[in-house]
């Protein structure tokens, strides 16, 4: 185990832990975004930095990303982290002016409004990544990613053209913290909406209650990774034993 | 040829090299570099090839092609030996008259000499120019006499001794010991010392470990590692064998950026000459050590010059950098120990073997050793590569050995460290080169681009350039680099275009401060400096463009008006055929022309065709 | 599959094998795929997932991250406008402004007629000679903006 301080409290983590996990642990509120605890840290949306002290000197860090040490010092309020978490709410209410959750946020953290200019398309993608890392690491057929580079980069699948590897299970609409990725179930189909691409799936019908269930592509994946027998999934949850 | 089994063997051949070479031989050096090929050169080197062959003189004089010394504005360059005569501007039609003069009669060529227009006198040997006498040129002086495609000129100038000395009498801890005393320090911009890294990387966990070469080299600016990589491929090579044996890496890298196909051309022949030879490869010069260095190109993203987003890219994946909390000398390329340094850097390293840590440490500055290479370039009349030992002053740099700026102008500023530099003002030009002085006044000594401005430049414009920059090269990866040097971009081009505010100022610095506070990598966290540095020298710029809607410099479209001056213009009409929206009229013959304000679209080119000074920009 | 599609599996597939199939080289093995069709073809990136083993969305990111590949195809001829800083000072923007209107394309877009394509680079390491601008890999510096139609005229 570790001591740290952290905002003057003296707090225990397990070697190899994050501050923020470290944090959380203690009740310790840290704002973040591109964060899950289902997928490896990236560091993108810098909202969760925190300021430590090591070896007389001062700088932020992110705090999902950097590992406790024994005797870190850490302020998770210093004028220094409140000043920058502000400038990156107000990047980011420029970029998605629409977005209740980003609006939400930044009144949280003291941001009424942004001092520059609002994009106008009606934007909620905040390039977390969240679904193209959960897309990759977690379901493991890296249907989306990260496309083009800088102002220009997007959420998207290969060509923007439906993927024919994406098996329709919407953990990225579940994990997207914006709601820029929206899925709906209407009749036999799935529709997941995107910023730039919308895609549908035929969902699979229980053979006892006659209701449309989960994604075929899904269920086949599954069955296929898992050598399972394609009738594991004739009934669905309701219905099974 | 049989590969050399021990450092013994080498000495041998070397011997025998320059046994076989009549120093007297007449040899003809021509500079093959990309500068000197860009200003004609190639058809300069095959007028010579005709011309030798067509003489029957294939036996009686050497050709070579050499890398590039670094004095391009005087290019395409060319060195007869044994006399050290220098030949400048060469064209086609000149190499028939060298040959027949100076090659045949040994007479001197009197037009194509170097005139020092400070002493008013021509002169005829390279090691007599001033352009080269004020430089220290340990690592550039042997690029014009080097054909980097023939490993044997690299062996005749004692090449590949440091490797054999380090391989037979030195432990890979010693070697780290003399890099550490040498004092050298990251010629990459980061200015990390080097001993240091090596001593951590050789301790971190695991067998496995990796070497890479920076040659990256994305400050636009900036050709130093271009003319090392191109032109003294050899030495690189030798420097990242001898910190492989050091750190324990048995393969290396070599990522070249794609701008540069002749240096990747060049480092391939050398890696294929060296392994040939059994100087790399396995069981090196018999010692037991085995080391092999592939080459990787990059693909147009300065953001990959970044160690991190470097090694992403090695890896196959796109050049996002990460977060360096573990360092990676710790965990790198492939997750395992990585050693990786700027060509310059590597290119130090025989230098402080075969002479010494002591005596290496005599040169430059009590914290900046060594020599440094600069590209100097812009408003200067000496455009090219310098190298000087470190802690000579900026206007040594810009006036003795570049002799000062063209066209009588007055000097304003010199931008170093590329986009994550500074712009430095005149005022301080007493200021010796060195890191730590440089990145006091909020510069930093970076690669070594060496940017003059002079007064037609205008410093908003010069903040909008980097920042525009920067943004095109951001990766995207974090909020605040990504959004917010779109934001700087938009501030700065409103102002240059006269919709500046009040508050602007205060706007772009609140925003930098966040920027460089919270940037994920060095590309954000160091790009607003060339901002804050325009707006703490030249912040009456800044207002004039905001307040008076007026830019001083006489650059920013929106701010300026071409004008005819009447007293000048004798309707000559030049300026009538070269405007592309028709806007100017020559109303009468023998008249000055009139220029229509409202097609006027300020592109300059009435301005550029106009020999007489007739047009006025304010 | 058709006689096309035949072609373009041996052709990366040869490609790939230069490189060992090593997933690390991804960046060199698709600047020889763009140096063999003059740019990067869909079904040559779908070649390339499938015989590097490495998803189709990742093999897409990086063709879309560096500026040194086209999606799209080419000119027969490709204009490259140095926009570094040396080249910046001495007015490489007038110059591709000219080169715009003349072509009446923006950078990163081909002539109708397929002849040209305009690409801006920032820094070929010729600083001494700027403002550059380099066709089909042949160097020109010091240009001036009334240089530019006698140059782009040498081509066909």
Known sequence: ?241 | ?618 | MNIEGKKVTEKVGSILGNYQREKGMLVSILQDVQAEYNYLPKDALMEVSQGLDVPLSRVYSVATFFKSFSLKPRGRHLINVCLGTACHVRGAVRILEKIERELGINPDETTEDLKFTLETVNCVGACALGPIVIVDGEYSGEMRTDKIIPLLDKYD
């Not at chain 1, 310790?28 to 430590?52: K, M, Q, T, W």
């Not at chain 2, 325009?534 to 920013?556: L, N, Q, S």
Request: hydrophobic share 35%; proline share 5%; net charge negative.
């Open chain 1, 1 to 241: 185990m570790v001591t740290l301080t952290i905002d003057g409290r003296e707090v225990q983590a397990e070697e190899g832990a994050t501050i923020l996990e470290a944090a959380k642990e203690s009740n310790i509120y840290i704002p973040s975004l591109c964060h899950n605890e289902g997928v490896i840290p990236y560091g993108a949306c810098r909202l969760c930095l925190v300021e430590i002290m090591r070896n007389g000197r001062q700088r932020l860090v992110a705090s999902c990303l950097y590992p406790v040490e024994e005797g870190l010092v850490v302020k998770t309020n210093s004028e220094r982290v409140i000043n920058n978490r502000k400038m990156i709410m107000e990047l980011l209410l420029a970029r998605c002016p629409d977005s209740e959750v980003i609006q939400g946020l930044a009144k949280q953290l003291g941001v009424e409004k942004t001092t520059f200019k609002v994009e106008e398309d009606n934007r909620k993608c905040i390039l977390c990544a969240l679904c193209a890392r959960v897309c990759e690491e977690v379901v493991g057929v890296s249907a989306i990613s990260l496309v083009n580079r800088g102002v220009d980069r997007q959420l998207a699948t290969p060509f923007y053209e439906p993927s024919v590897v994406c098996i329709g299970c919407g953990s990225c609409a579940y994990v997207c913290p914006t709601g820029a990725i929206e899925m709906e179930d209407v009749g036999d189909t799935r529709v997941l909406s995107m910023p730039h691409v919308k895609m549908e799936f035929k969902l699979k019908k229980c053979k006892t209650c006659g209701n449309y269930w989960a994604p075929e592509s899904q269920l086949d994946y599954i069955a296929k990774k898992w050598n399972l027998a394609p009738e594991v999934f004739d009934n669905c949850p309701n219905c099974r034993d």
């Open chain 2, 1 to 618: 040829m049989t590969s050399l089994g021990s450092p013994d063997e080498l000495e041998t051949l070397r011997k025998s090299i320059i046994k076989s070479r009549d120093p007297n031989k007449p040899c003809i050096s021509i500079c093959g570099g990309t500068g000197c090929l860009a200003l004609g050169g190639a058809s300069v080197i095959n007028a010579f090839k005709r011309g030798i062959q067509e003489q029957g003189l294939n036996t009686k004089v050497d050709l070579r092609i050499t890398g590039c010394p670094g004095f391009c504005e005087s290019g395409p360059l060319v060195v007869i030996e044994p006399n050290n005569i220098l030949y400048q501007r060469v064209t086609e039609e000149d190499v028939d008259q060298i040959i027949s003069q100076t090659i045949l009669k040994g007479r001197v060529v009197d037009k194509l000499l170097y005139l020092d227009s400070k002493i008013g006198k021509k002169i005829t040997h390279e090691n007599e120019i001033p352009f080269y006498t004020k430089q220290k040129r340990l690592l550039l002086a042997n690029n014009s006499r080097i054909d980097p495609n023939n490993i044997e000129d690299y062996l005749a100038l004692g090449g590949y001794a440091a490797l054999g000395k380090v391989l037979s009498k030195m432990s890979p801890e010693a070697v780290i010991e003399e890099v550490k005393k040498s004092g050298l320090r990251g010629r990459g911009g980061g200015g990390f010392p080097t001993g240091i890294k090596w001593q951590s990387c050789r301790e971190a966990e695991g067998d496995t470990k990796y070497i890479i070469c920076n040659c990256d080299e994305g400050d636009p600016g900036a050709f130093m590692d271009r003319s090392l990589m191109e032109g003294n491929p050899h030495s690189v090579l030798e420097g990242m064998i001898i910190g492989a044996y050091a750190i324990g890496a048995h393969q290396g890298y070599i990522y070249v950026r794609n701008e540069y196909p002749l240096a990747v051309r060049n480092a391939q022949i050398a890696i294929k000459q060296a392994e040939e030879h059994g100087l790399l490869g396995e069981n090196i010069l018999g010692s037991g050590f085995d080391f092999n260095i592939s080459i990787s190109r990059g693909g147009g993203a300065f953001v990959c010059g970044e160690s991190t987003a470097l090694m992403a890219s090695l890896e196959g994946k796109v050049g996002e950098p990460r977060a360096k909390y573990v360092h990676t000398v710790e965990k790198g390329l492939w997750d395992k120990p990585t050693g990786l340094n700027n060509v310059e850097t590597w290119a130090n390293v025989p230098l402080i073997i075969n002479e010494g840590a002591d005596w290496y440490a005599k040169i430059g500055t009590p914290k900046s050793k060594g020599t440094k290479i600069f590209s100097l370039t812009g408003k200067i009349n000496n455009t090219g590569l310098v190298e000087v030992p470190m802690g000579m002053t900026l206007g040594e740099i810009i006036y003795d050995i570049g002799g000062g700026i063209p066209g009588g102008k007055k000097f304003k500023a010199v931008q170093t460290g590329g986009p994550s530099g500074g712009c430095i003002p005149e005022s301080l030009l007493n200021l010796p080169v060195d890191f730590d002085e440089l990145a006091k006044v909020g510069s930093m000594m970076g690669s070594g681009g060496m940017i003059v401005m002079d007064e037609n430049t205008c410093m908003v414009d010069i903040a909008k350039y980097f920042i525009t920059f920067l943004e095109g090269e951001s990766c995207g990866k974090c909020v605040p680099c990504r959004e917010g040097l779109k934001r700087m971009q938009q501030i700065l081009t409103d102002i240059s275009e006269g919709r500046g505010k009040n508050g602007d100022v205060e706007l772009l610095e609140r925003l930098s401060a966040a920027i460089i506070d919270s940037s994920l990598c060095a590309l954000g966290s160091t790009a607003p400096n060339p901002v804050l540095s325009t707006i703490r020298y030249f912040r009456d710029e800044y207002e004039a463009h905001i307040k008076d809607k007026r830019c001083p410099a006489g650059v920013c479209k929106e701010l300026i008006t071409y004008r005819i001056i009447d007293e000048k213009c004798p309707g000559c009409g030049l300026c009538v055929k070269a405007c592309p929206q028709e806007a100017i009229t020559l109303v009468q013959k023998k008249k000055p022309v009139v220029l229509d304000q409202d097609k006027c679209i300020k592109c300059g080119a009435c301005y550029d065709v106009c020999e007489l000074g007739a047009i006025e920009v304010k």
